[in-house]
């Protein structure tokens, strides 16, 4: 099945510790993004990448960390300096000269 | 910048009837792409449909409509025959024209929708 998953599906963290959040499609798709989604919001752009070996900062980069090694993957870390990392967080990846995101199932971080 | 407003926060409507979500925006720019996005309680984000803003025609996609004016800044969602799966938060999302930015989506706050048996 060609689409966008994204692991794991619930994450715990402690304060002081960071995480990773997988992100992989098989679209062929060159842009992948990642937003965050807080309690009845709308998403925040925290990092996109338009192509392998380059990314750059979206509205709430800070505290967040990317790579864009592979064109299939575009990992996020959240490091220890995000000062509020409890969200959902969502992938989404765009073909190249289109219009449309489409979206991975998301990852619920929690910190405890 | 560009902004988004989605001034309900809260809808319901009755199975079977039909409902509209507003939306508007704020833009100097002028060709962009308008979307409106689902999220069901499973949090899937789910395209619904899509309006490219130099097309005068208002999308449809079966039981969805938009309307859509450009001047007014202003683009609707309506949903007719509502169905208990159409229950779900609804995004409107704006985007400037490609290729010359970089695919970035502005969210709305979202209207959350129940619909009642």
């Known amino acids: 099945d060609g689409g966008i998953t994204q692991s794991p599906k619930y994450l715990f963290r402690k304060e002081g510790q960071n995480v990773t959040l997988s992100c992989e499609q098989n679209l062929n798709h060159d842009a992948m993004y990642w937003y965050r989604q807080d309690p009845g919001q709308g998403l925040r752009l925290i990092y996109y990448s338009q192509i392998v070996n380059d990314f750059q900062k979206g509205d709430i980069a800070e505290g967040y960390s990317v790579s864009r090694e592979k064109k299939e993957s575009f990992p996020l870390t959240v490091t220890s300096a995000q000062k509020n990392p409890t969200a959902f967080y969502l992938c989404?990846?765009?073909?190249?000269?289109?219009?449309?995101?489409?979206f991975g199932p998301g990852t619920r971080l929690t910190v405890l | 910048a560009q902004t988004v407003t989605q001034s309900q926060p809260e809808m319901s409507v009755q199975e079977a009837e039909t409902v509209t979500l507003s939306c508007t925006y704020d833009t100097s720019e002028n060709n962009y792409y308008l979307f409106w996005y689902k999220q069901p309680p499973s949090r899937q984000m789910i395209l619904v449909i899509r309006?490219?803003?130099?097309?005068?025609q208002n999308a449809t996609e079966n039981r969805f409509s938009v309307n859509f004016q450009k001047a007014a800044k202003s683009f609707s969602l309506k949903i007719s025959d509502s169905q208990l799966g159409d229950t779900a938060m609804y995004f409107c999302a704006f985007m400037k024209h490609l290729p010359s930015n970089t695919g970035k989506l502005i969210f709305g706050q979202g209207t959350t929708l129940q619909v009642k048996p």
């Open positions: 989404a990846s765009r073909g190249q000269a289109t219009d449309t995101q489409y």
């Open positions: 309006q490219e803003a130099y097309k005068q």
